[in-house]
């Protein structure tokens, strides 16, 4: 006998009531776009998709920034980023950090601040084997390169909170040789102040790996990697994200680099089982150029489907996405919007007179789904 192909019911027609169901491939074929005005249904519609995926033993992880799907769950342990997960900031390469920090620096002090990264991780794993500064005037340029050629891609991480101190001592042994006009030492130093005072932010100590040995926390990474691993057990992890709004652009970088950790874990796994990320107010963890192609949600939305990585990506707007991003998705769940810019972004859909209004005039819970190249339909989501 055949196996059941698993399918998830998006909704009943409005008049004649009857189901629009699909399969989990073609809804996932590879990512599904849910879009509305904020209060229209779009959280509702991910979580009875949620439900479904679970009801079907499918994996999956749900990012979630409100802290609404956490709510409702029945986990055992309820994983709160800022209070029993954290996130190593030295994750972050020289430019992912200084977008995560909202600073303003030209490539000069990206690489100061790269070369800064490398020192403090070779005075880690290579040299002194602790906590410590990088001497770069014992050692010459040829030295530190090949030091660094040294590493493994497992030692990246390294006491951040010597980062600025770090480069406080490259900048004492450059202007020992001369190497800078007093003007740029004047700026480079004001920038090494402005870092360290970022770094000194309190908020930032909440998603720092743990200190206080009493308290279990969990890193945001290995808990990507391990729900990927029981995928094939049908685990679901949500993780709550809503003590991230606080640091502005750093949540974005924090997500774009936990992404790409998960693509990378799939990508070097023999064994793909099918995980399905739902990503609730999407719009809060896209960075400022939305364009950049190493961004962890780019690549996730383009690669993901070869490493059986499947995105269902909620939003208020179509807007927050570039064309190229929406061309990854191949299912859309409107639920009410009145913008006619936004209409015209909308992907799978040539938004006619007739069809604009009704979204425009969509109620709470109802949504216009269109799977692929079949014929959108009206519906209810079942609540």
Not at 245 to 253: D, F, S, V
């Amino acid at each position: 006998m055949a196996d059941t192909v698993p399918t998830i019911q998006l909704g009943k027609t409005f008049y004649l009531k009857r189901p629009i169901n699909a399969t989990i491939d073609q809804i996932f074929a590879p990512h599904l776009l849910l879009v509305g005005q904020t209060g229209a249904g779009k959280s509702t519609t991910l979580k009875q998709i949620s439900r479904q995926l679970f009801a079907n033993k499918a994996g999956q992880i749900i990012f979630d920034p409100t802290g609404e799907f956490a709510a409702q769950e029945s986990q055992q342990i309820k994983y709160i980023l800022g209070d029993n997960v954290f996130f190593d900031l030295s994750r972050l390469n020289a430019n992912e950090l200084i977008a995560a920090l909202d600073l303003h620096w030209d490539n000069s002090l990206a690489d100061r601040l790269s070369h800064a990264q490398s020192g403090l991780r070779i005075a880690r794993y290579i040299l002194a084997g602790q906590e410590t500064l990088w001497d770069g005037q014992k050692h010459t340029n040829a030295e530190f390169f090949d030091l660094k050629e040294q590493l493994f891609a497992s030692q990246w991480d390294y006491p951040l909170h010597l980062l600025a101190q770090q480069m406080q001592q490259d900048l004492a042994a450059d202007q020992a040789q001369n190497r800078l006009t007093e003007q740029q030492s004047r700026n480079c130093q004001q920038e090494i102040n402005r870092l360290a005072d970022r770094l000194s932010d309190p908020r930032l100590k909440t998603i720092a790996p743990n200190q206080d040995q009493s308290k279990t926390k969990y890193d945001l990474v290995y808990l990507l990697q391990l729900a990927a691993a029981k995928a094939n057990y049908g685990a679901k992890i949500t993780i709550n994200l809503a003590q991230l709004k606080e640091l502005g652009p750093l949540q974005a970088a924090i997500m774009s680099a936990a992404w790409q950790q998960l693509l990378l874990f799939q990508t070097k796994a023999n064994k793909k089982k099918a995980v399905y990320l739902l990503i609730d107010e999407g719009h809060r963890f896209l960075t400022a150029d939305q364009e950049d192609r190493q961004n962890g949600l780019a690549q996730i939305l383009r690669e993901g489907r070869k490493e059986q990585l499947f995105v269902a990506f909620a939003s208020q707007s179509p807007l927050d996405l570039p064309p190229a991003l929406l061309g990854q998705f191949s299912t859309l769940i409107c639920h009410r919007l009145v913008n006619p810019a936004e209409w015209r972004q909308l992907p799978l859909l040539w938004p006619t007179v007739r069809l604009t209004k009704k979204i425009a005039r969509l109620e709470t819970g109802q949504a216009l789904i269109k799977l692929g190249r079949q014929k959108e339909k009206f519906g209810q989501i079942e609540l």
